[in-house]
C-alpha cells in the first residue's frame, strides 16, 4: 500500500476548484481488466498517428 | 562516393543515421559526428531522476552500433560549419573537436556533400544564475544529472522518514524554458515515489513553470472529448495536481535560485519568492553554438542560425504578432534556404516562432514557453530529411520531396506519473497537429477525433515498453525499422 497525500483543499484555496476523480474513477484507472483494454485501445490510437505521417 | 555527415547522435541523429545507411548501403558514406560514447534514451532520464532505473539501464555505447550497421564514427563535437569550403578548396567541410579519452581537444576538418545538423539543445543554465547541478537545483536532462537528482532525493528522503517537513519545488528554470512535460513527469514520478516510501506527508510540492496555465506544456494545452464535454488539459491538469495534492505557481520567471530560496518575477512584474529544500529545474534551450564561416573566413554565422543559435531552415521567420501566426510559418523540408545540402532536425532546427501565445510582462520579461520538439516528431522529420538526402544522393531527385511539418504531423506523447507495474499511472496524450490549424479546425486548432488524453496504467505500460523498443531501434537490432518513430 502506498501512502495517500494529504488533502489540501480549503474553501477559495487554489486546490478548491478543479474538479477531482471519484474513488471508482481512481480505481478503473489501475483496474487490470479495464487497463488492459485501454492498452489496447491506447495502442490503436497510437498506430493511428503513426500511420497519418 | 558521397558523404552524409550528421552532426548529433541523439534521437534526431541515430533516427537520420541509420536511416540513411540502410538506403545508402556501401555505395556512400554516412559519418556521425557526436561528443559522447553513450546513447542515451532520454524520456528515461526522469525513471533514473527517482532511482528506479539506473543511468545503464538507460545508455548503451555508440561505437559497437556504429561499427556494425557501417556507419563512420567520430566522437567529437562540431565547433564550425564552412558550407563553401575555404579559399583553397570548395569543397564544404566542417571542424571538430574530438572528445575521446585518445584524442581529447584534438581538432580536423570533415569534408560533406550533405550535413544533417542534429545537435539538438545547449542546456542553457547561465541564463539562470545558481540554476543547475553545479550550482543550487537539480536536473533530470542528461543521465548523469538525473543520477545526481536521485542522490539528492534519497537523501531528502531520509531526513523525512527521520520526521522533517521538506519543501520540493519542480518546473522550469526560466521564463523561456521548454519540456514541460518532461517536468511535469519528474514533479509526478517524485510524489508517487515519497508515497510508496510513506513520507508524502513531511513533503510540501509546488509547481513552478512559465506556463500561462497549466497544462499549457508549450503547446497552448489541448482540447479533448470527455464526459460530454469539449473540455482544455487545464481542467485535467489542475485536476491531477489538486488530486496529488500539489500546489501550483505558474506564469512565472526564476530569476535566481539561491541555496534554499527560488526568486522569480510573475506576469505582472512582481518579484516573489519560495523557499525550497530540493528544487529541480529545467533550463532553457538554445543552439550548441556552431559558427559558421565563408570561403573567405568572414563569420557568417547569422546567415545559417537564428539568434537562439538553432539553424535557419524553410520557415517563415518573418516575426509577427500571435494573430498572424500561420500554420505555414512551420518548416517542410528542413532544408537550409540558402545552403541547399545543409539540413536541421529535431530541436536543432529554428522554430519560426512559439506555439503558445507569447506574454510579456510589465517589465519586458518574457514569460512563455518556447515551442517543444519532442522525440516522436524529431525522429520523423530525421527520418523524411533522412530519405530527402538519400534521393538526393543517389540522384532519384534533386530536391527535397518529403515533408514533415509541426502544423500537419501528429504526436503520441506518454508522461509517466509514477512507475509500479501493477499501481503506476501515465497520461496518454495524442494530437493533430501539433502546431494549432485554426484556420482549419477554429474552435479547438486541433482534430477532435485524433486529440485525446486519459491516465491510467495502461499508459505506464506503453512507457515501459517504450522504452525497450526505442533502445531496441537505436541498437539497430534486427528487424528495428519495425518500431515506428
Ligand atoms: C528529461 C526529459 C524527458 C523527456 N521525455 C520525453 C518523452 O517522454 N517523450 C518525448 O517524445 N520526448 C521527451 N523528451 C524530449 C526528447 O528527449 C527530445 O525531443 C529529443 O531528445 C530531441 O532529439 P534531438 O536529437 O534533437 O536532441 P538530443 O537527443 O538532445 O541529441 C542531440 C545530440 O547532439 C549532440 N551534440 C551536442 N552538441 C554537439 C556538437 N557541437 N557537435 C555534434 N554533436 C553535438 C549531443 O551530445 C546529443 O547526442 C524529454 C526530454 C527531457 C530532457
Redesign the pocket.
Known sequence: MTEQPQPERQPYEQSFYPAVPTRFTKAMRTNLLWQFFRFVILNIKMLRMVRKH | MARLVI?????????AALHAKKRLGGSHEVLV????SL??W?????WV?VGVMQPEQVTFPLAPVYKKTGITYFQ????SIHPEGDADNPQPFVT?EHTSHEKKGQRETVTYDYLIN?????LNFDATPGLGPLHNSQS???FDH?AHASKALDELVARMQRGEKKTIVIGTGHGTCT?Q???F??LFNVEFVLRQRKVRNNATIIWISNEQELGDFGIGGMHIKRGGYITHSRVFTESLYTERGVKWITRAHVKEVGKDTILYEDLDGNEKTVPFDFAML?PPFAG???KAFDKQGADITTTLFAKSGFMLVDGNYEPKPYEKWLPSDWPNTYQNPKYKNIFA????FAPPHAISKPMINPKGTPIFPAP????????VM?RQVAFNVTDMMQGKSTVPTRQASLAKMG?A????AGSNFWNGTAVSMTMYPIVPDFQTYPDTGRQLRYTSGEIGLAGHWI?HLLHFAFLYKAKANPFWRMVPE
Open positions: 552532426l548529433g547522435g541523439g534521437i534526431a541523429g541515430q533516427t559526428v557526436t561528443p559522447n546513447w542515451n532520454i524520456p528515461s532520464n526522469i531522476g567529437a563535437k562540431a565547433v571538430v542534429a545537435t539538438g539543445p545547449k533530470v536532462c542528461t538525473a519540456c512535460g518532461a517536468a513527469e519528474y529545467l550548441v553554438g556552431l532536425v529535431g530541436i536543432a517543444p520538439r519532442t522525440g516522436m516528431p524529431s525522429g530525421a504526436a506523447c506518454i508522461a509517466s512507457k
